[in-house]
T-cell receptor
Framework: AQSVTQLDSQVPVFEEAPVELRCNYS??????LFWYVQYPNQGLQLLLK??????LVKGINGFEAEFNKSQTSFHLRKPSVHISDTAEYFC??????????FGQGTELSVKP | GAGVSQSPRYKVAKRGQDVALRCDPI?????LFWYQQALGQGPEFLTY????????KSGLPSDRFFAERPEGSVSTLKIQRTQQEDSAVYLC??????????FGPGTRLTVL
């Protein structure tokens, strides 16, 4: 069965520092990969997606992710975080028919 | 333009009551998904519609859960005889193509 593992449940970081949120997936076939952000009491907002092509994907709010097929990873990075980036981040893989399988989430906490 | 809307935003039910949660997708979006997000967890797939056809209901946790989309637009998720373990945020998402899903703000259901 397909699964998504987010290796860190919480990531505290100081403002303007770089951050990496890790995501690994299990799949024997080609996948579509996504990162979503969820602010308190809101739905999920798409940060970026990998469908095909370049393995380095750039998204909104200065985030980027790199697809690594050999390591089955799709880690999310930002070179300099802001207080406003404090939120829950979810990695997801899309299966046939369109349903998404999500990881458990990583809580990013940016401190001044 | 308007995004995905859900109502009510918050619902408190006594154990054993029936509830109905509504989702208004983005106009013209063919696909509609329901997810359940327990506290501190990632969203989990419940069911999927393409127009009015329910193509996948493999994620519905029991026969107390029922979803419909009779005219291929608005969808309702119904939970009969609610139990405490049904307490969660119920997220609806819609998509035009089979890649990006747009999420609503969710309905937080609390079963007492």
């Amino acid at each position: 069965a397909q699964s998504v593992t987010q290796l860190d449940s919480q990531v505290p970081v100081f403002e303007e520092a770089p951050v990496e949120l890790r995501c690994n997936y299990s799949s024997s076939v080609s996948v579509y990969l996504f990162w979503y952000v969820q602010y308190p009491n809101q739905g999920l907002q798409l940060l970026l997606k990998y469908l095909s092509g370049s393995t380095l994907v750039k998204g909104i709010n200065g985030f980027e992710a790199e697809f690594n097929k050999s390591q089955t990873s799709f880690h999310l990075r930002k070179p300099s975080v802001h207080i406003s980036d404090t939120a829950e981040y979810f990695c997801a893989v899309k299966l046939g028919g369109g349903k998404l399988i999500f990881g458990q989430g990583t809580e990013l906490s940016v401190k001044p | 333009g308007a995004g995905v809307s859900q109502s009510p935003r918050y619902k408190v039910a006594k154990r054993g009551q029936d509830v109905a949660l509504r989702c208004d997708p983005i106009s013209g979006h063919v696909s509609l998904f329901w997810y359940q997000q327990a506290l501190g967890q990632g969203p989990e797939f419940l069911t999927y519609f393409q127009n009015e056809a329910q193509l996948d209901k493999s994620g519905l946790p029991s026969d107390r859960f029922f979803a419909e989309r009779p005219e291929g637009s608005v969808s309702t998720l119904k939970i009969q005889r609610t139990q405490q373990e049904d307490s969660a945020v119920y997220l609806c998402a819609s998509s035009l193509e089979s890649t990006e899903q747009f999420f609503g703000p969710g309905t937080r259901l609390t079963v007492l």
